[in-house]
Nanobody, 121 residues
Framework: QVQLVESGGGLVQAGGSRKLSCAPS????????MAWYRQAPGKVRELVAK???????TYTESVKGRFTISRDIAKNTVYLQMDSLNPEDTAVYYC???????????????WGKGTRVTVSS
């Protein structure tokens, strides 16, 4: 079982930036699909950004133009650069990954324990 470890959370003022990182705790095969989710207090977990095996990216509408997902394939590491943060971005951010897109159909994806980002107004 692959354990993902997030880092980079913390307190930031509105308008500021923060960069999250996520990597597996041990060596594993290439994680071709990597994503960031978030869960705000009292809300369901939502997909924030995803980067697929071919490098294509997907963003939820509310973060387009402000957040950027990227990765280092050699390190199996995914990043989330968050700019122009606002209080509505306050949430626990979770890393998600899978070796293949098909793995999601079988529940073979992996999750981190989350890192909290708090944006003060």
């Amino acid at each position: 079982q692959v354990q993902l470890v997030e880092s980079g959370g913390g307190l930031v003022q509105a308008g500021g930036s923060r960069k999250l990182s996520c990597a597996p705790s041990a060596t594993t095969f290439t994680l071709n699909v990597m994503a960031w989710y978030r869960q705000a207090p009292g809300k369901v977990r939502e997909l924030v950004a995803k980067i697929s095996g071919d490098g294509s990216t997907t963003y939820t509408e509310s973060v387009k133009g402000r957040f950027t997902i990227s990765r280092d394939i050699a390190k199996n590491t995914v990043y989330l650069q968050m700019d122009s943060l606002n209080p509505e971005d306050t949430a626990v951010y979770y890393c998600n990954a899978a070796h293949r897109e098909e793995d999601y159909s079988y529940g073979l994806d992996y999750w981190g324990k989350g890192t909290r980002v708090t944006v003060s107004s």
